[in-house]
């Protein structure tokens, strides 16, 4: 049954262009390697490759970096597929750390790569493969106690994870592009979300539906043909029935169920002291800049420290326009995890807007956010998807800007509504050029209710005088989210939206400059605003005066 999934895996994936053949770019680090089995306190097999300096004896005790993982099978990374076989160290820094003195654990998640067991989205099983792992490699000859947990995406994740389960020995985390909470980065307020084509699109395809499936895919990778028999073992194992609940579980939109409310780690990780290097792509259209500002903004005190900006789904070292960020990152372990008397560089919080600019903050949003109330334009539009058309919109414009203005943070909208609860409300937020090219700020969307609260996606964005701010009300935004039409009216009775906007003017004081997000933001992200809404749809808006220079 592996081997059949393991096939309809490669299909997919083909179909969808996301399979990179055949193997990976870039110099392959050096190491010397071994595996090795931990067995979790509920009697799982997990996997783990080694990688130590090449030449340091056995004995020799380091501070540890780990990376726990769905995705490092030794056949395959991810989709894509791994000719030579043992550890996958692709898009991680592992050679960096091995340099600066570090033993790099690769460890694999219950059911993915040469664990046995059954995956469960971030359930207890995977938070205790973390804690299992990190308090395992805590206590080796080889180790000096203390263990940073690092990693991007699902990687970031399971950092957070640890943060959760709070192992002995953890002594850091380097979280990139996390998931924070597991049913919104599938749905939001029940809806699905798309997700892109890549390489070939930002733009949504594929319904958050599709995810657990696909996961279940990946954990069906066979092992390589050299692997030991007990990683053949684990590999090959498969457990049908937990195949069965996975799917039903992942697919319930509903995040008031038992099993998506013990996976939100926002609430988990309230009060955590435990160092934590986080950051988040406003440009990220796999896990989107939702919750993750509500997780960092309930941390209790500690030496944390956060990169906020214009990239997408990556850990910033390359792309981003930032090429300081691997000293921070070293840095920061250095002084956490190998103990060393440094000072991490850079502020609290690292910003990137998105003219391109980076800046340093304390907090974010910033302390001095203040929402801007603006009343937007009712009337009727029709929940129908499929094409676009003057009947599915509800436009509202203010005028040319007369002075800059800075949008930091996430905006949220009072809707009254009256129509079907299976129609859905979406709201955009548009930079209006004067040429008339309008720039998607950001957007949400909830179901229909007589009262429906929309909370859009954050960003950080100077909006320049004599630009305009639209405001469109629809159904559903067709590349975003996977929303069955009602085929229905829905009326807007009133409409209200907080912008949260900078009070203080900012000025730079980072280097850096335009990631390779913007310019595909700019290429996805903009239309020509017809001529009849910037003449007949106009709002007024009082943006109080922006004083100081920050």
């Given at each position: 049954m592996?081997?059949?999934?393991?096939?309809?895996?490669?299909?997919?994936?083909?179909?969808?262009?996301?399979v990179a053949w055949p193997a990976q770019a870039g110099a392959a680090p050096r190491f010397q390697w071994k595996e090795t089995f931990i067995t979790a306190p509920d009697g799982t097999s997990l996997h783990a490759d080694v990688l130590r300096p090449v030449g340091m004896a056995d004995d020799v005790r380091t501070p540890v970096i780990m990376t726990v993982s769905p995705y490092r099978a030794h056949a395959a990374y991810l989709s894509e597929p791994r000719l030579q076989g043992g550890p996958s160290t692709l898009d991680l820094p592992v050679q960096m750390f091995l340099d600066a003195g570090y033993t790099y654990v690769i460890a694999d998640l219950r059911g993915f790569g040469g664990s046995d067991g059954c995956p469960d989205f971030?359930?207890?099983?995977?938070?205790?493969?973390?804690?299992?792992?990190?308090?395992?490699?805590?206590?080796?000859?080889?180790?000096?106690?203390?263990?940073?947990?690092?990693?991007?995406?699902?990687?970031?994740?399971?950092?957070?994870?640890?943060?959760?389960?709070?192992?002995?020995g953890l002594a850091a985390v380097g979280s990139f592009e996390p998931v924070v909470d597991p049913n919104a980065y599938l749905y939001m307020q029940g809806i699905a979300w798309k997700f892109a084509l890549k390489p070939v699109s930002d733009r949504g395809f594929r319904p958050g539906d599709l995810a657990g499936f696909e996961h279940l895919l990946i954990a069906s990778t066979p092992p390589y043909p050299t692997d030991s028999p007990q990683y053949k073992a684990n590999a090959l194992q498969i457990d049908p029935a937990c195949y069965a609940n996975y799917l039903a579980q992942t697919t319930n939109h509903d995040d008031s169920t038992p099993f998506w409310q013990d996976r939100d780690l926002v609430a988990k990780l309230r009060g955590n002291t435990i160092p934590l290097f986080l950051g988040a792509g406003f440009a990220d259209a796999n896990t989107r800049p939702d919750?993750?500002?509500?997780?960092?903004?309930?941390?209790?005190?500690?030496?944390?420290?956060?990169?906020?900006?214009?990239?997408?789904?990556?850990?910033?070292?390359?792309?981003?326009?930032?090429?300081?960020?691997?000293?921070?990152l070293l840095a920061f372990f250095d002084k956490h995890v190998a103990g060393k008397d440094v000072t991490v560089p850079g502020p609290r919080v690292t910003v990137g807007a998105f003219d391109g600019s980076y800046r340093s903050e304390q907090q974010w949003p910033p302390a001095d956010t203040r929402p801007v109330t603006v009343d937007l334009r009712t009337g009727t539009y029709t929940d129908r998807g499929l094409l676009p058309g003057p009947d599915r919109d509800i436009w509202s414009v203010t005028p040319p800007l007369a002075a800059d203005q800075h949008l930091a943070g996430a905006p949220t909208a009072t809707i009254t509504l009256d129509g079907t609860p299976k129609a859905s409300v979406a709201l955009e937020i548009y930079d209006i050029k004067p040429d008339g090219r309008?720039?998607?700020?950001?957007?949400?969307?909830?179901?229909?209710?007589?009262?429906?609260?929309?909370?859009?996606?954050?960003?950080?964005?100077p909006i320049p005088a004599g630009d305009r701010i639209g405001f469109r009300i629809t159904d559903v935004i067709d590349d975003v989210w996977a929303h069955p039409p009602a085929f229905a009216p829905v009326t807007v009775t009133s409409a209200q939206v907080q912008l949260p906007m900078l009070t203080e003017v900012r000025t730079p004081d980072l280097d850096g400059g335009l990631s390779d997000a913007i310019p595909k933001w700019y290429a996805e992200k903009t239309l020509i605003v017809p001529g009849d809404v910037l003449n007949n749809a106009t709002v007024t808006v009082d943006f109080p005066p922006r004083t100081g220079d920050r």
């Open positions: 592996r081997m059949v999934l393991w096939r309809a895996l490669i299909g997919a994936l083909l179909v969808l262009g996301v971030g359930g207890p099983g995977e938070r205790s493969d973390v804690k299992t792992a990190v308090e395992w490699a805590a206590q080796q000859s080889w180790s000096t106690g203390k263990v940073g947990l690092l990693g991007t995406s699902y990687e970031g994740w399971t950092g957070l994870m640890g943060l959760a389960e709070k192992p002995q919750r993750v500002f509500q997780l960092w903004n309930a941390l209790g005190p500690g030496d944390h420290k956060a990169w906020f900006g214009e990239w997408g789904h990556q850990m910033c070292r390359t792309a981003c326009g930032t090429p300081w960020f691997d000293n921070e309008g720039i998607i700020i950001t957007r949400g969307i909830a179901p229909v209710t007589p009262t429906a609260q929309v909370r859009l996606l954050a960003q950080d964005w």
